[in-house]
């Protein structure tokens, strides 16, 4: 797979906003503040909807902690998009600029 070296991280104030819920998508509890990215800011991952999950600040830190695995947030994002966990995967890997 290569990286388009010309690719652009995908912003979106909109997106982010449209994908928050008032609960955790994980755990059921009350969330709040902005949805967590699943693919990292940092290495690319951008603000579409097959990227960001709402969680609630325990499973937030636990996700950062390495006590959710991303596949399990992966599942979830899917069966919410109406998608196959490796059509989540794939699309996140374009948005990044990987060819997949």
Known sequence: M???PKHKRIKSR???QAVRKSYCEY????AAGEPHHMF??????????YNLIQLCT???VAVHAGNIERDDLLA?????????VDEVYRLNRRAM????
């Open 14 to 16: 909109k997106t982010i």
């Open 27 to 30: 755990c059921g509890r009350q």
């Open 2 to 4: 290569a990286m388009c």
């Open 76 to 84: 979830i994002v899917a069966r919410r998009e109406g998608l196959s």
């Open 97 to 100: 600029g990987w060819d997949v």
């Open 58 to 60: 325990c499973c937030h």
């Open 40 to 49: 990292t800011v940092g290495s690319g991952g951008g603000d579409v909807p």
